[in-house]
């Protein structure tokens, strides 16, 4: 089955910098890769997404890159702010089933 | 996307004893998902739940312990049966919205056993 690895476990970075969290699969018929936000106490909340037959996708300060060769993809943040404090997960799946997730990034941005 | 609720949003409860968590939606969705996500850790697949037939459950659960129902295409039930300490842990449901394989959450159930 799938196995997706997630780096870092940890990030502290500085407001206004950049953060980038990566994350490699191993099931190369894997089509779908979502990223999901998850504060404290709450439920994940899907960010952005992408799909094997695109490369980059971006909204806002957030934007995610998929290298289909290489089997990973990752998650952009830019001009960070407090608020993006959280655990971050990537995820991979083949036509939504057997979604499997990686093992998350806490990210702190320091005012 | 759609409104999901869940019931109880926690419980603490004894060893031997069982639970079970509902999920409520708000649109009629063919696939829905529950996951367990244990404290600090990330999110497990526990079984998926499609209206109409048996659960498919992931490797390392099983319909004894995890019996799920989905009585229809808005609500669906995982129960938790004798429980120990290590199933302490929070529970959610998720559906399929937009047909485009994008999964929504639920806002988890919190179970802690004594």
């Known amino acids: 089955g799938e196995n997706v690895e997630q780096h870092p476990s940890t990030l502290s970075v500085q407001e206004g910098d950049s953060a980038v969290i990566k994350c490699t699969y191993s099931?190369?018929?894997?089509?779908?890769f979502p990223w999901y936000k998850q504060e404290l106490g709450k439920r994940p909340q899907l960010i952005i997404d992408?799909?094997?037959?695109?490369g980059e996708k971006k909204d806002q300060r957030i934007a995610v890159t998929l290298n289909k060769t290489a089997k990973h993809f990752s998650l952009h943040i830019t001009e960070t702010q407090p608020e993006d404090s959280a655990v971050y997960f990537c995820?991979?799946?083949?036509?939504?089933?057997?979604?499997?997730f990686g093992a998350g990034t806490r990210l702190t941005v320091k005012p | 996307s759609a409104v999901i609720s869940q019931k109880p949003s926690r419980d603490i409860c004894q060893r031997g004893t069982s639970l079970t968590i509902q999920c409520q939606v708000d649109?009629?969705?063919?696939?829905m998902f529950w996951y367990r996500q244990q404290p600090g850790q990330s999110l497990t697949l526990i079984a998926t739940?499609?209206?109409?037939?048996?659960?498919?459950?992931e490797s390392g659960f099983v319909i004894d312990k995890f019996p799920i129902s989905r009585p229809n295409l808005t609500f669906s039930t995982l129960t938790v049966s004798n429980m120990s300490p290590e199933d302490s842990s929070i529970y959610l449901c998720?559906?399929?919205?937009?047909?485009?394989?994008?999964?929504?959450f639920g806002p988890g159930t919190r179970l802690t056993v004594l």
């Open positions: 998720s559906v399929e919205w937009g047909g485009e394989d994008t999964q929504y």
């Open positions: 099931d190369s018929a894997s089509n779908y």
């Open positions: 992408i799909r094997s037959n695109v």
């Open positions: 995820a991979a799946s083949k036509n939504n089933n057997d979604m499997r």
């Open positions: 649109s009629q969705v063919t696939m």
């Open positions: 739940a499609n209206q109409g037939s048996e659960a498919t459950y």
